[in-house]
């Protein structure tokens, strides 16, 4: 009767040491985002930034990259959104009319360079495409949401 009092006792504090460890995993997970940065490491995250952004912002006006070709109609991004601010990039992912289909930003970027610029899909995961996200989320700071706006 003692041993099985024992073996119950043991698989008990067991279940309770998982528990634990496994609570002290997600706690420290969920904190690990919020460790505050030095002066230095933020000037490295947004001088990263603002490369990408500036790469973007090349991009969404017509400035070449090797291997992309985003229109074959001398149409650049600028065009028709002349300051990105008509974007919306944080009203994505929505149904979108154009695409008939729930898209996201990446998406929709595609499509108007396949579409009106008669480009060349670009790769959603490759650098063209994060650099002009970066220019398209940077130009829109500030935006207010406007969900169902026409």
Not at 80 to 102: A, L, N, R, T
Request: net charge negative.
């Amino acid at each position: 009767m003692q041993s099985i009092r024992n073996k119950g006792l043991m698989a008990l504090i067991s279940a309770l040491l998982c528990v634990s460890l496994a609570f002290v995993f997600v706690v420290n997970r969920a904190a690990a985002h919020k460790v505050s940065h030095d002066a230095e490491t933020l000037q490295a995250f947004t001088d990263a930034f603002m490369e990408q952004v500036i790469l973007g912002d090349n991009l969404f006006h017509g400035a070449p990259m090797d291997g992309i070709n985003m229109s074959n109609t001398g149409m650049a991004c600028a065009m028709c959104h002349p300051f990105s601010s008509d974007v919306h990039p944080h009203e994505y992912p929505k149904f979108q009319e154009q695409m008939s289909e729930f898209a996201t930003l990446r998406d929709m970027i595609n499509w108007c360079i396949e579409k009106p610029n008669e480009g060349e899909k670009i790769d959603p995961d490759g650098e063209a495409m994060k650099a002009l996200e970066a220019y398209i989320y940077w130009s829109n700071r500030g935006s207010v949401l406007d969900p169902g706006r026409h």
